[in-house]
Each structure stands twice: as C-alpha cells, then as structure tokens.
C-alpha cells in the first residue's frame, strides 16, 4: 500500500564490523537459498497474478490465494488459508458531475491504453473510488484546497474562505489520503474530491504513461480513506480478530468510517475545475504543475455534483499462511510477509513484492526438503485485505494475539518492490544486523553490493543537490557506518505486529529508479507497467528476495535475534533531543506571533494581491518538563552499552545462562507498549513508534509526547513524558537484568 | 531596465537616532516640495508619454525628450537635450520556423489585447528581438538548456548532450538575459532562443493578462543582449562619450556584440518545441511551469529555422539634463536620473519611475521660484538608451567624466516603480541616510511610514515562511535598526557613476505587490497594465517622488552629504566573511569531487532514468592568502568608528576646518577604483562592487577575489586580493586623516 519511494529512510550498508556474520555452514545454506531464487519464476507469477483485478472480493483475488497455497504446500510448507469475514464497501454507483460553469459528466474507469493489454480487462474492476468515504449525494461549490492538509486550512483561513458546505478538491500528496476527507469534513465540507496533480506524479518527472511511467492525465489513484491513525482492520472489530463469532460494531458505531462522500479523479478531470475557480491565487508551494493559474475559490463560479453510493455488505479475505517448524525452537517465530490484494490488477503494489516472498518460500522450501531444519519456526504470510485497511494482518494479529506476544520474535514486511536503492525501517536495535544482510547481497545493475552502490547514490546526490537525505545519513555513508533506520509509521502490514503487539519489525523494499508514482493505485499498474518502467526483468525483484531470505535464515537459525541495543537507545535519544528542539522552537514562533498580533504587522504586511489576516492566537507553548524522559534516554543509552558489551561476549557463558538471558530479550519490545495506548486511540500502543494522527503514513516517534505538543495538548505532553519515560525505564530495567544474569550465573 | 521586484535589497526603516535629522526650515521645506507632489500629474505624463512607441530611434523618443525639456524650462530648471550617436542595431528581418517535426512559422509581433488601447499601436514599434545580437541565417535542431547558466551546461554535460552547432532554447530567469547567447556561443551553440517560462512570470505567480497582470501565451521579452559584464554604452566608443568626433571602434572590432542571431519568443511559441524534445528528462529546478515533460534534446526531433538581420547603423540618443545652480557650493553636484526609453511603449519601464522624478523636478522649480535656492547644484538627468545598453548616462558619464569625478558628490537612480515596499541598495556609508528619508515618507496603502510597513512586511514573511530575506534583514527588521542596504550590480543607470566614476550612488524603487514581470519589456507594458495590476492611481509614484525628493533636498542642503563610514566598513566586513566561507566550501567541495570520482561513486549512482556521469575534474581550490583584506578591513572598521565619531560632534569645529573635512571626505569613494579596472574588464573600475561576468546585473562584492575564486583563477585571486586590500587602505587613511583634521584645525 505505501509507496516505497516516499520512505525517505535508510540504505543498507555493509559494516566494517563482522561480528554476528553467519557461520562457513550457514555461508554455504545462503548460496544453496541463493541459488533458488529466479527473476524467471517472479515473472511468471506477476504475469499471472496480475492478469485480472484481484481486489477483496474479487475471483482473482481468491483465485490468487489458492494459487499460493497450492505453491507453498508443493514447495513443502505446512499451508493453509485463513479466512475473515470484513466490512469492506464496494461501490454500486459513483457520480462526478460539473454542474457549473457547464455541464459535463466526469469520473468513471480509466481509459485502455493500447499498449498495455490488461488495461481494456476492466469488466471486472471497481470504478475508481476510495474505501470507507461516506455515501452522499451532494451538490455545492468547489473550494481547492491544495493537499487538504492543515497548514492548508490555515491558508484558507487566514484568505477568509471557509468550505463549510462545499466540496472541496484536495490533490494528493503532503500527507497520507485518508486524511483529505476527514480533515475536510471536521472543518464543514460536504463532500471531498482527491485528484493527482501532474506536479505529484506525472510530467514533471516523467514522460506520461505509455511513452514513460508518469500518470496519464486520465490516470485516477484509488485507495483506502479509512481512519486508520485511530485503529487499521475491519472497521467493525476493532482490537478482535473478525471470525464468524466477532462481536461486530454497526457500521454507525465505527469510528474510522467517513462521513462524506470522497472520490478520486484525474487531472483531467481536475483540471475542469481549476481552470475555472475565482478568489485569490494560490501561489507557490500550494498550487500543482498545471498550465493555468490555480485559484482557491470561495464562490459559485463551480459547483460540483458528487455522489457515492456503496455495497456495504461482508466481504471474506484470504491469508494464506506457511509455516516451517523449527527443530530447536519450534515455539519462536520468525514471521515474513507480504500482501496479494491489488486495487485493480497490482502489479507493482503489491505483487512484486509478492512475488520475491514466493521465491523465498519455493527456496527454503527446497532446503527444507534437502534436510535442512531451521532453528526456530519461520512463518510466511500472503496478507489479503491490505489495500482497503490492513485487514488480513490486522485480523490475524487480532486473532492470534496471545500467541504472537508469546512466540512471535521478529516480522518482516515487503510490500511494492522497485529497480534503485533499498530502503529500510523499523526497530532499531535491528539496524545491524539489517546493514549486515544487505551488504552481502549484489545490486543487480552494478554487481557492487547493495550498500556499496546505496552509499555512492547518497554521496552523490548529496554533491549534486538531488537528494535530501539527512546529515546522519550522509555521514554514516561518508564514515561507512551502519545506515540508519528509518521510523515505521504505517501504511504497509507490519502495523498491527508492531503498534499493537509490540513485535519487533522490519520494513524492506528496493526502489528510487523506478516510476510507479505514476501507476500508484490505478489500472495501469500492470505487467507492461512494471515491466517496463519499475523493475525490467525483475532483477530487483530477485535481490530482494536475496536480502530477505538471509534475514530470515539468520534469524531463524543465529543463537538469538541479532540486536544491537545501544543502535536503539541511539535513535531514542534522537528523537528526544527533536522534540525537545520542536518545543522550544513552537515556543518561539508563538511568542514571535503574539508580537506580530500586537504590532499589528499582519494589517501591515497585507498585500493588495492577497490579503493576508494574522492567524489565529493559539497561545504561548509552555515549558515541559522533560526531565523524566531525559532520566529514562539517560539510563537506556547505558543499560543498552552494558548489555552489548554483554552479548558481544556471551559465547563465554554456559548455555543454560544464555538461554536465559535470549528468553529474557526475545520480546523486550513489548515492553515499549502501553495497554492504554496513545491519547484518541488506544489500539495503538507502542509509545516509541506510530503513525501520526496528521501524517496517516509517516512516523511520529515518541508519539504521546510528539503529538501532544504539536497539537497543543499540553496536559497530554506531560502525562505521556511520564508514561513514555516509564516504558523506556522498562526497556532498560529489563536490560541491566540480562546484562547482571551474565555475572550471575 | 532591471526589475525593481528582483532587487531583494534592503527596505528603509526609521532609525531610533535622529542625528542629522534635518531641521525646522528644512523640515517646512519638505512639506513645501510634498504639497506640490500630484499623482494626477503622474497620470497625465505617463499616459501621455507611453502613448506610442518609445525606443531609441523613435519620433516619439524624441518627442517624449522634447516635452520633458519644455516642462522642465517651465519649472524654472536650466536646461538642455544632450544628443550622442551610437551603435544602436534595429531589426529589418526576423525569422522563427519550426521545421522539424512540422512546418510552421513562429514569432512576430505580439497581438493586441482588447482591453488594453495602446497594444494595437504597435505600427512604429520594432518586432520582438534583442539589441546586440549577431544576425545570421541558421537551421539546426534544439536543445533546451534550462536558463543556461554554468551549470545548466554542466547538467548537460554529463549527459553527454553537447550544444556544439545546434540552437538553444534558453528561458528567461536565472541570470541575466545577455549571459545566454553569449554562454551558448562559448559553448559552440549557433543561435539562441529565449523564452519566458509561465513558471517565472506568468500563471505561477498571477493571472495571465488581462485578467491579472501575468505574461499571457504570447508576450515576449525584449532586451538587450549586448556584453555589458564587459562594458556598458555604445559598443563602438568604450571608455569616451559617443560624440560626432570621438574615435569608433569598428562593429567587428567591438567586444561587447554577441557572434550568435537570437530572437526572443513566447512561451506559445517554445511549447511547439520542447513537447517534441527527445532525450532525457528534465525535471526539479531544470523545468518550467508548462503542463508537460521537458526534455534536454539531443536529438533532431526539433530543428528550427532562426534568422536576423538588423539595420546597424547609428542612431542618436537624447539626454535631458536640467540643472539648478547650488548657491553655497555650485560645484558640488548631486545627481539625480532615471532613463525615459522603453522597448516598446515603456509605462511601467522606465516611465512609471520617470513621472516620479518629473514630480520632482516640478516641485523643485517650484521651491526656486518662491525663492529657495539649494546649497549645491542639483542636476537632474532624464536618460535616453538605457535599455539598449545604459546609452545615454554611459555616454554623458563618460563625456564629462573629468568635470564628474571634480563636481559629483552623489547620484541617485530610479528605474520602474511599483506598488509595495520601497528596496535601496547602493553604497553603504549612505545606508543610515536612506533609512531617515524612507522614515519619513508615508505608505500610501496603510499611512504608516514606508519603514514601518517594510518592517512589518519582513517580520509577517519571515514568520508566515513566504519572504526570503536574509537573517540580518530580519534582525534589523526585529531590532528596529537600519535595514540594510542592498549592493549595485548593474542593470540601470548608476552603473557608470558609481563603478567607472567612483561617485557614491543609490538606486532605489517600490515592488514587491505589482504584477510588472508579467508584462516587462513587452507590448503589454503599458499605461493599462500599470493602472490596474502596477500601481493603480500612481500612489507610489508620489510616494517615491517624496522619498527621493528629501534625499535630494538633504543633500543639496545639509552642511556634507551625510554618511556614516561605519555601517560602510561593516558591509565590507561581510563581504570578506563571505568570501573566506565561499573559499573554504569550494574547497571542501573540490575534495569531496575528487574522493567520489576516486571511488567511481558517480557510475555506482547513475540511474537508469537518467544517467549522469561523473562532473568534471577541476583541481582543489587552494587556500588563498587573505591576511592583507584582513588586515585592511580590520584598519578599516577602526578608521570609520574614528570618522564617524569625529564627526558626531563636528559641529563644534571652526568653519575652516568643517570645509576641509567635507572637502577630504565628500569624494572618498573614488578611491576603491582601481585604474586597471577588474581582470578581463578595466572599465568596471570599482573594488568593492561590481555586476558580476556570470550574473550579469546581480552584484558582485569585493569582485576582483570573489569572482577570481569563483572561476578558479587563483592568480588573480592572489593578485586582487592585494589590490583590493590596498583601495581599502586608502579609503581607510583618508578617514584618518579627516579624524585627524579634527584633533588639529
């Protein structure tokens, strides 16, 4: 569901370190997995899988599950299907009408391009549409709103344009979709429009699809509008597993459905509107990259009729799930996974990412076959469900909650997969042992190693000006260091294993040279598409499979999940210090605007091109105290350093001591978890990691006292630096423990 | 000639001291000279005067000189038309043809637009095209080289796309206009075509004309192309007036005409080619703001037909200089200018500035009349062939360099003018002086003082994020001090003062909330686009009027023109900063270059989109040895805190020895020429500021180092880090010495 190209996070890199590097014997298990794995075979799968919409619901989508299944059982895996039966809205009529300045019928499926030949087999295909809008039927004018997101909103306030009763047109991009609609509906509108603006995905940087990969102006990006930064799965069963015996909500009770009606469109279509918007200009950053002056709007110069009407019935998901049971562990799990629901044939979201799982799966397969029995249970998951709301990983944590927290050690997830660079984010004290696998895998274009050609792309486009990688990044690569891991927010399965059990996870994904933006969600994510602009050949395909597979092997068979604390309590300690820093500066700017208010400089200021108000007087950000959470930061930076120290000599330690000491680390993450959750949603639980309420998609760290301060809840801020800084005191505590078991054995 | 809005320059502001403040008749003078201060008088000349077709050569050229002459014997001023004849090429032909892919003919005059009367009086205007040019007749295919600056032709460089025989579409930003042929004739290119980009001055920025003021699909930008980095004036007489008998240099022998033909076209017309450029992608900061993918070229997709031919001959030009006799001290000149030809009917430039100084001269003939008579001469100069080439001021600068470099104490410029904030830039000992005039001129929009509504402007930007102003014009803006000055390229009328002549000049002018990029040396300049979207009403034109008329009655009138040489040391302090850190970051970069080609980091990175190889080796940037300019700032900042102490308390001297001070400081800024002039370039004569060879009208400060740095010439770094030191030494000992007059009279 994510775009791997927006996740700006780490490359992998080879680290001058060798330590934890796997064994002669598990050197040669690695070229035997290598061997296995085939771009040919990936091919034909995609060519297959994706021959036909296979969105919830749909026969391909069923068709597909059983496919894998019979795979995995075939390559030797104990295999099954598990069904959930979700609230999943499908649309029976969608309505995108100009009414004025003229009449002209809108919206509808997207056109066939000639080249691409699954492009005309749409019978089967939902119209363009978004998951979990609310049915309307609504006439009104147009307000633009550039990305809907709320310095936005501030915009149109401070221009004294409201959207209350209007439709307001939202172009993707700024921040994750869902919140376009939600955002537009808490400030009064009636109806949302979302479309793709060619300065996101198109012409601006590519040629348009089929001559390059950019969105064609007829391109429409669907996509899930859920209010997932509250709770992801079934909008019915929040927190449960949706089994034939849930206790489901009404579909009035779920909080995370919409209540106006939202479609997606083209530029094409948008471009109707635009064209003909009055009020002030948008200028800069807040207007898109077509030919013609955008407009905010304000009057009735277009209105808009808009109208959804959905099929609100269950719909059933597949996850098809393998399991190889460990010989030593067989109750520690090593959980991979990857979705196979698209929106219309998905060919590049998910399924290439699919496609390097089941090259895994044949792989270890094979060994499992030749004799080889890992040490610990490896669990292989082909989610259902993703799309409309990570409904087939969210359903299957629910379910199996108690046993993930008791056995589930590390989840690995993949979703869309790209030619370029390898991106990766999740639980830091992963960084490692991410770096390590990574560096042992070639690129396919160069034959240097991932890493290698990873950090000659950074330095680069560092000396160039084209990229905008962070300082620590630069210097990791200068230095060659370990690559920093980026934060995992949300928008791919990993969510629930994380943020709601507190299982240690990992997102991996190539990409940075491809040119799926321009198919993101659309019919022309297809074969030709992926084929020809994403990962030709699927050489990329290959060595992700590569890279994951070591991880799994690794972890699976190495003495216990390698981890390297002090990489945790060093982005921990990061984190503190940006909000420390995001405080004091909030704290300026409002006493910087308070002068400003008084001075009357906004008056001033205002230009007879576009009258500007003062915005609004929200106060003056309070000191909060941070002294609990810098004690907390202080005393993990050296319970970690203790306990590497510790591990990095634990071989020395009789094997009954390890064994206790890997027991007692094996779930530390859950110990990030608060059962109350964060402030709105306490389905999400980790006070480390989650999505922000603002951002949908992207990490907020540390997010109890991030979001409080950013939104202003002051009382919030402080409650959660206690309970934030008690969670870290855990972690720690619970490290120093390990470390004094070596001294006491 | 320059556009007021890309002066980034400082706004004026109040300062909290009231030194030299000037007195209670002086006071009731201003007020005097305000009441006689008339927009309707503005009104009435500027539709007058922009009625017809205006460039040099034209009747009503001369007409319009004629009738400044006659109003300004009416209002009682001394004065005389100066003729000189100059090099001055019209086009007789101009050929723009598409002819590959398809044939049609492009170019031409610009249409009418309804609403606006004067835009069908183009029978006597010339068609688009730009002076200095070489003519020619060529057909090859394009490349769209982005604005075409240096490393505009590094991106092509490494990919490998040359310009070596073909035509460049070049758009207009970036740099200067006349930088394009010439940097595509160095590189090979046979002709060049420049267009404006809607991204820069056309639907990214305001509605297109007449809606609002942008540039609509068929505008074009006139200008002048000719080397004027090199020197400014007529081509054929560098360094002497262009009199009936002065020694002409041949056309061919004359450095400063281009070797290339090249036309100016609209973006309509460049859309024709670069929808059908081949090659690889332009996108970020290499593309414009049409609704399409830009592409480099490379190919022959694209083959255009060019071709002018002009009429060489000479042409006269017309000054009108008028004087009033100084009656203390009639050898001690302050000038004051601004030119009066357009590229076509001229409203907003230059005339817009032109009423302002009318205003003026007509308030000043009426203060003489009733009986006031300044101190020193007041000389007021209405220029004719600026836009060509600085024509007229260049030629009289240079004819009466002698009597100038005696007489002049001060020249003050304007050029358009617009609505908004008034932006000064000039030499810096002036910077306290041009703070206390713009204090006491009233906003027109809000009745606060221009400073006050500056200062807001730049506080609500910086906070809002929409102002890109630099940290210590916000500290000042926040502090309540003297904003500071911007430094003089080139671009208008003081260049000869102030960098052949050594007199202390200003430029100044409102901006900032007019739409005159859209319109800028284009048929649409004219009295309809300034009354609607310029400056509707000509309220700043009065306001300007009454900021420069002070500054001119204060300098006529105060017992010195008032300066204060700290806030000049300070600046030059700056300056040097910034060179050390420029120096410092070139060399930095020049290792990191060296260690990624070393590394083959630039072919690991390489993208399969868009290859890029490695930039080219140019050597490490040596460290320079800067000791001298240190130790001659440092003298200087000591020296000017002695200066302006001394004469803090002047007042208490006898006369004599007052009249010896002025008389040792009045021309002080003559001493930073150097007469050999800067490498290359022994016109442009001043150390400290200077347009730069690659920037064109952007200044370049303590230019002889920093360029020399710049274009890696290290010698003559060295050498001009010598030279510029000991200029500094001078004007540093002449502060001395006036101290010193102090201590004995």
Known sequence: MIKASVCLAALALASTTAAAQPSGTAQALERSFDAQISSADQLAWLQQMSSAPNHVGSPHDKAN???????????????????????????????????????IVLGGQEPAVAEDP??????????????????????????????????????????????????????????????????????????????????????????????????????????????MPTYPGDPLTPGVGATPNARRLTRAEAKTILKIPTLPISYRDATRMIAALGGPLATGKQRGGLGLAYHWGGSDAVQVHLAVKSDWSLKPVYDVIGMLRGAAYPDQWIIRGNHHDGWVFGASDPLSGQVALMSEAKALGALYRSGWRPARTIVYASWDGEEPGLLGSTEWAETHAAELKQKALLYINTDSNGRGFLSAAGSHELQHFVNQASGDVADPRTGVSSAQRGRAAILAGAYLGTDRDTPDVIDAAKSGGDLPLGALGSGSDYTAFLQHLGIASLNLGFGGEDESDGSYHSVYDSFYHVTHFDDPGLTYGAALSKVVGRMVLRAADAPRVPARYSDFAGAVSRYLTDIKKLAADQREKDRTLADLRREGDF???????????????????????????????????????????????????????????????AQIDQLLMDPAGLPGRPWFQNLVYAPGTLTGYGAKTLPGVREAIEQRRFDDARTYVGRTAKVLEDYANRLEAAAAMAKTP
């Open 603 to 665: 008056t001033l200021a205002a230009s007879p091109n576009d009258p500007i108000v003062a915005p609004a007087d929200r106060g003056i950000t309070p000191l909060v105290d941070m002294l609990p959470l810098e004690n907390a930061v202080d005393h993990l930076k050296r319970a970690a350093s203790a306990a590497d120290a510790m591990l990095g000599r634990e071989d020395g330690l009789p094997p009954a001591t390890q064994s206790r000491i890997n027991t007692s680390l």
């Open 118 to 227: 699954t492009s005309s087999n749409t019978a089967g295909a939902l119209p363009p549409y978004v998951a979990y809008q609310g049915d309307g039927d609504v006439t009104a004018p147009v307000v633009y709103v550039n990305y809907g997101m709320p310095a936005d909103y501030d915009a149109l306030e401070q221009r004294g344009i409201s959207v209350k009763g209007k439709i307001v047109l939202a172009r993707y991009g700024g921040g994750w979709r869902g919140l376009k609609p939600k955002l537009a509906q808490e400030h009064g509108a009636i109806g949302c429009l979302i479309y793709s603006d060619p300065a996101d995905d198109s012409y601006a940087a590519a040629d348009v699809y089929p001559k390059g990969g950019g969105r064609p102006e007829a391109g429409v990006q669907r996509g899930s509008v859920a209010d």
């Open 65 to 103: 599950a059983d496919f894998e299944l019979a795979l995995f059982k075939q390559w030797g895996w104990d295999a099954h299907i598990e069904r959930f039966d979700v609230l999943y809205p499908t649309p029976i009529s969608t309505t995108v009408e100009l009414v004025t300045p003229q009449h």
